[in-house]
């Protein structure tokens, strides 16, 4: 059986599913409530920067195996499996929100009421322990007027994509993990990732989604681990990366997240964390180690800030570059930027702040508004301003002239290192 794919939400983690699942050769029905990205992307206009998005997702419409719509209903009653896939942010308190999970399981369970023969209904966003089989399946049944795990499947299947190399975590996973309670949902998925080669591990809906939070937690200690020593080796006027670079050799630790710099940001490692101390807490254990990884996290910016006041004296009335917005290099997506916090700081400090980044301007200028001025292009940032701190590790910093310029470098920028007038590595 060829399945039909509907995907209720088609933020990151939706349009790359979507997508993905349309070149492996199925039939996928792309749902967003927002009727205007529906329309672009059925232009063929990608609604984020993903590279190679743009040609699978061409690919994909020309075959016709791809369509959007904003019509909850043509979605489901269209298709035999259906992923959902909206955000979870943070609530203030470090909480997940799960609004956008209840809201889409409330439309997925009304269509449902429609349908005849049985459904699969697959929940993707990162939810805390018990959300599908409690929360998703209690929506789905008072909407549907149907018994769950029985008249239809409910299950979990975390996404462990990373942003700039999005596509190709999707076709080459380390892994795949489907939790479900019945055998006609796991025969079902085990099916649909078939023409996937990674290790599928069937387990209980609970444990793969705590399998998702655990996984960001290791990776956001490892970060904020790699950044304290990399505060020694600043105190010892040795290389970090050096030092690393030794421990990573070590088969039992490995280089991977051991890069010091500014530290981790974006949609999932800083909201997961957030969570994963939250459920500790409700369950009356003191999660210390999370709390720390975000603590030094945080430490970053400021270290970087202190850094250029050290070689600048007050910046009230300063100009300031920074390069990089977006929280990693291959994407556009700039939540929980480190530069969005060194830029906060500066601010607060009085400089004039100017900004750079090849794909994200979009995207910040959305949330800065008019405080900072953002420049095409960095080499003509670099020009305009007395120091830069470079915040993000793109391509495009490296051939840059620093010349005459104080750089505080956050990330490692080789090309900075060669030419600035005065370097600060921030770790090294």
Known sequence: ?????????????????????????????????????????????????????????????????????????????????????????????????????????????????????????????????????????????????????????????????????????????????????????????????EPIEAPKIVTTPKVAELAKYASNLFLAVRVSLANEVGVVCKALGVDCYEVLGIVGLDHRIGGHYLRAGLGFGGSCLPKDVRAFIRLAESLGVQARIARAALEVNEEQPRRAVELLEKHMGSLKGRRIGVLGLAFKPGTDDVRESRALDVIRLLLEKGAEVYANDPKALDNARRLLGDKVKLVENPQELVDAVEAVIIATEWSEYENLDYRGKIVVDGRRVEGARRTAKVYEGLCW
């Open 1 to 193: 059986m060829s399945y039909r794919i509907s995907v209720v939400g088609l933020g990151y983690v939706g349009l790359i599913h979507a997508v993905g699942f349309a070149n492996l050769g199925y039939r996928v029905l792309g749902y967003d409530v927002d009727r205007v990205k529906v329309e672009k992307l059925r232009r063929g206009s990608p609604t984020i920067y993903e590279p190679g998005l743009e040609e699978y997702l061409t690919r994909a419409l020309s075959s016709g195996a791809l369509e959007f719509t904003d019509n909850i209903e043509d979605a489901v009653l269209g298709s035999d499996v259906t992923f959902i896939t909206v955000g979870t942010p943070s609530l203030p308190d470090g909480s997940v929100d799960l609004s956008q999970v209840a809201s889409a399981a409330r439309g997925v369970g009304r269509a449902l009421r429609l349908k005849r023969g049985w459904h699969l209904v697959v929940v993707k966003s990162t939810v805390p322990p018990g959300t599908t089989e409690g929360l998703v399946a209690g929506i789905l049944e008072e909407e549907s007027g149907m018994k769950a795990f029985k008249d239809f499947g409910v299950a979990s299947n975390p996404e462990f994509l990373r942003e700039g190399s999005a596509l190709r975590d999707f076709f080459k996973p380390d892994r795949v993990v489907l939790g479900v309670r019945d055998e006609r949902s796991r025969d079902t998925l085990l099916k649909l990732y």
